[in-house]
């Protein structure tokens, strides 16, 4: 055995998400995040395209990312499903972080490999942040709301319209005891083929 795989087994099966509101106010400290990002882009990638890129909102930085999110939400939510509440829980879960991280696929020019791909590796490398946050006891929770997939998000961040913004990943460190979760069996989900 080259690691100690009960090691690896229990970050794998420890790593949870916890959302902001049970987050303490202790700030993660830039070393952690530089680790995090750093073990993110170790993820496999097709052709060594490295497709990853991360901006990182602490500080008065977050009040861009806010500023951000309610522009879009507001210009890309539905009027039949615009929800004012929904808004102050995104703004205030934005304020109750101290680092949140948008994880983006940054499409290589002239690349034959397919955009599949490139967001495959990146989802990779945002399982490799959320592992490392874990193993600092840190709570990881990956956002998606539907307004990232959207040629203005792309616009707000700066990206080029090929880009794709795969999540804002919040980090914390939980006020609450670890949650415990469970999966199906393995048995289920899986086909041997002998
Ligand atoms: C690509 C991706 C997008 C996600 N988006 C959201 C989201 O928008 N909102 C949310 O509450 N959780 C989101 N999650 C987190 C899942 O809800 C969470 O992983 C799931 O409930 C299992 O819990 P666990 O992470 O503690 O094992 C996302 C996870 C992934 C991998």
Same mark, same amino acid.
């Given at each position: 055995m080259k690691y100690d795989l009960s090691e690896i087994n229990g970050v794998i099966r420890d790593r949870r998400t916890i959302? #902001?509101?049970?987050? +303490?106010?202790?700030i993660v400290q830039k070393e952690m995040v530089q680790q995090i990002i750093s073990n993110a882009t170790w993820a496999p990638t097709h052709g060594k395209t490295q497709p990853w890129r991360f901006k990182v909102y602490s500080g008065e930085g977050r009040l861009k990312l806010l500023e951000i999110v309610r522009k879009l939400y507001t210009d890309c939510t539905p009027a039949e499903d615009y929800n004012k509440h929904k808004l102050a829980r995104m703004e205030q879960r934005i304020e109750r972080t101290s680092v949140l991280i948008l994880l983006i696929m940054c499409r290589t020019e002239n +690349?034959?490999? #397919?955009k599949i791909e490139e967001i495959e590796a990146v989802a990779c490398a945002g399982q490799n942040m959320l592992l490392t946050a874990a193993a600092y006891g840190l709570g990881g929770y990956w956002s998606s709301p539907?307004?990232?997939?959207t040629p203005e998000a792309n616009a707000a961040f700066g990206l080029k319209d090929d880009d794709f913004i795969q999540g804002l990943i919040y980090l914390g460190y939980p006020s609450v005891d670890w949650p415990k979760s469970h999966r199906k069996p393995v048995e289920y989900v899986t086909e041997w083929i002998d």
């Open positions: 959302y #902001p509101e049970e987050y +303490t106010d202790r +690349t034959k490999i #397919p539907k307004y990232f997939y």
